[in-house]
């Protein structure tokens, strides 16, 4: 089977760090370089215009979900070798944030302000992957980007597409209800979470769900189902046309009214339980997943 080189973009956060750092371990020798991208870059408007956007949207009930999701991880990142040490999982991958991961793997890293970029083309180009692979990126590739490599790009998103399109899914599913989570792999193009489907598994989750442990249990389900379609594509040298469905529409940050809806009927973004796994992302040993969790885990 011929091996294809894979550029990883991603944006590290609480609800993807471990798998796509188990990921990237188990795949180093296929990963031309990961673009991490750069959460507070100026295009962005910067973390305070962010901040702002957000709260006028979505009030302030979304704040604990985007300290827990993006905060935390990332804040804690700079003293990951203490609390490693502490909890004794330096060396372990999963515990390891991505950046000194790919360090320690001798994979390049790119700090991604524009993935449209010049310093993005130059890297393309330089270390020549077959293949973009973006997951959970918060920035859209345009279609000369993703013709510049051999096989295009596919994206890994934790919906069941074409609905939930968007950067926050698992708030949209939690709150149409339990049988609208899962997972999709699809082909990269311009519009947002809209190119052809290559694979998708719908997922049953715990009935205490928060969006955040959604998401989070999601990359972890789905990982099997990215590792196949990899495989498919390193044995045929090429990415399956897919099944192209019409769009469904966009799924923006949810708006004040939907999280008061979703409030009276008990949905929570988050938790303390996803606060505890926020603190020790970085430094805690992969848990293991109880008998319940497996069992429910079902496509």
């Known amino acids: ?67 827990v999701n993006f905060g935390l991880p990332d804040w804690l990142k700079p003293v990951a070798p203490l609390t490693q040490a502490i909890a004794g999982t330096r060396g372990v991958p999963e515990a390891t944030p991505l950046k000194k991961l790919c360090a320690q793997l001798g994979i390049p890293t790119l700090k991604v302000d524009d993935v449209n970029g010049a310093e993005v083309a130059r890297a393309l180009r330089s270390h020549a992957p077959d293949l973009i692979l973006t997951y959970h990126f918060d920035q859209i590739l345009t279609p000369e980007t993703i013709d510049s490599v051999p096989l295009g790009g596919i994206n890994f998103h934790p919906a069941l597409l074409p609905r939930h399109r968007g950067a926050v899914p698992t708030i949209h599913a939690l709150c149409d209800g339990p049988d609208t989570f899962g997972m999709t792999l699809h082909r990269l193009e311009a519009r947002i979470d809209a190119g052809a489907i290559l694979a998708q598994e719908s997922v049953r989750l715990p009935a205490d769900v928060t969006a955040t442990r959604a998401a989070l249990l999601l990359h972890e389900s789905g990982r099997p189902m990215l590792d196949k379609v990899l495989d498919e594509i390193a044995y045929t ?63």
Request: charged share 20%; with cysteine; aromatic share 4%.
């Open 1 to 67: 089977m011929a091996r294809v080189r894979i550029a990883l973009f991603v944006l590290e956060a609480l609800p993807n760090a471990r798998t796509m750092r188990r990921f990237v371990a188990d795949n180093a020798r296929d990963i031309a370089f990961v673009g991490l991208s750069n959460a507070e870059r100026p295009s962005a408007g910067g973390v305070i215009t962010q901040v702002r956007q957000h709260l006028r949207r979505s009030g302030p009930a979304i704040v604990p979900y985007l300290v």
């Open 237 to 299: 040298g090429s990415v399956p046309g897919g099944s192209k469905v019409p769009p469904l529409p966009y799924c923006p940050l949810p708006g004040r009214a939907m999280l008061q809806q979703m409030r009276r009927r008990g949905l929570k973004l988050t938790d303390a339980r996803d606060l505890r796994y926020a603190l020790t992302v970085s430094s805690a040993a992969p848990r293991a997943r109880s008998m319940r969790e497996i069992a429910q885990l079902t496509p």
